[in-house]
């Protein structure tokens, strides 16, 4: 079993950044894919970073904006947002996966989430 506390989310203005922590117990997350996956209001689940091993994925409209990294000492993920829009709007759940890159829906452990608002 993998445990998943998300923190760091809150409201930030237009143009703003955020970090996000996801700190991991009850196994090594190195050997996981460990994702953030949003959900904004009315939307499904949207895989917007993903990261197993050295490798890592970014979904389309973060890309450039979002960086994803890990420290493996801490057993901890993070995500870093910048240049916030509105549409980044969402809970933000951390969630890991002993699948490589699994889609959003095969992801095995979840965090309980946190809130990111952008405000325009």
């Known amino acids: 079993q993998v445990q998943l506390v998300e923190s760091g989310g809150g409201l930030v203005q237009t143009g703003g950044s955020l970090s996000l922590s996801c700190a991991a117990s009850?196994?090594?997350?190195?050997?996981?894919?460990v994702g953030w996956i949003r959900q904004g209001p009315g939307q499904g689940r949207e895989i917007v970073a993903a990261?197993?091993?050295?490798?890592?994925y970014y979904g389309g409209p973060v890309q450039g904006r979002f960086t994803i990294s890990r420290d493996d000492a801490k057993n901890t993920v993070y995500l870093q947002m910048n240049n916030l829009k509105p549409e980044d709007t969402a809970v933000y759940y951390c969630?890991?996966?002993?699948?490589?890159?699994?889609?959003?829906?095969?992801?095995?452990?979840w965090g309980q989430g946190t809130q990111v608002t952008v405000s325009s």
């Open positions: 969630a890991a996966s002993p699948r490589i890159f699994p889609p959003a829906g095969a992801y095995h452990f």
């Open positions: 990261l197993w091993k050295a490798s890592t």
């Open positions: 009850g196994r090594t997350v190195y050997n996981y894919t």
